[in-house]
């Protein structure tokens, strides 16, 4: 059975931070290329980050040089760690899967960003 169950959200005051933990099972988790997505309320679901089975990585303008994606194959997960959080990062953040036509999601961890 696949599963992608992400962690770490919460409450957080603007300038502080977050990591954001997905754990995969039921999959080769090594092939697969892994990112984060967000959905803010109203807005359409959007990419944060993504990380290729190599390592190569690509961010979203709106959180680069604050957010950093990682991935630990030992441990079958995806991290992102998010710095410096501003009121409009608040969202689900969604883990995701993707090999070929093949794609995952997460059921998602809610982060809010307030003071």
């Known amino acids: 059975q696949v599963q992608l169950v992400e962690s770490g959200g919460g409450l957080v005051q603007p300038g502080g931070s977050l990591r954001l933990s997905c754990a995969a099972s039921g999959f080769v988790f090594s092939i697969f290329h892994m990112g984060w997505y967000r959905q803010a309320p109203g807005k359409q679901r959007e990419l944060v980050a993504t990380i290729t089975s190599g390592g190569g990585t690509t961010y979203a303008d709106s959180v680069k040089g604050r957010f950093t994606i990682s991935r630990d194959n030992a441990k079958n997960t995806v991290y992102l760690q998010m710095n410096s959080l501003k009121p409009e990062d608040t969202a689900v953040y969604y883990c995701?899967?993707?090999?070929?036509?093949?794609?995952?999601w997460g059921q998602g961890t809610q982060v809010t960003v307030s003071s």
């Open positions: 995701n899967a993707v090999f070929g036509t093949t794609r995952f």
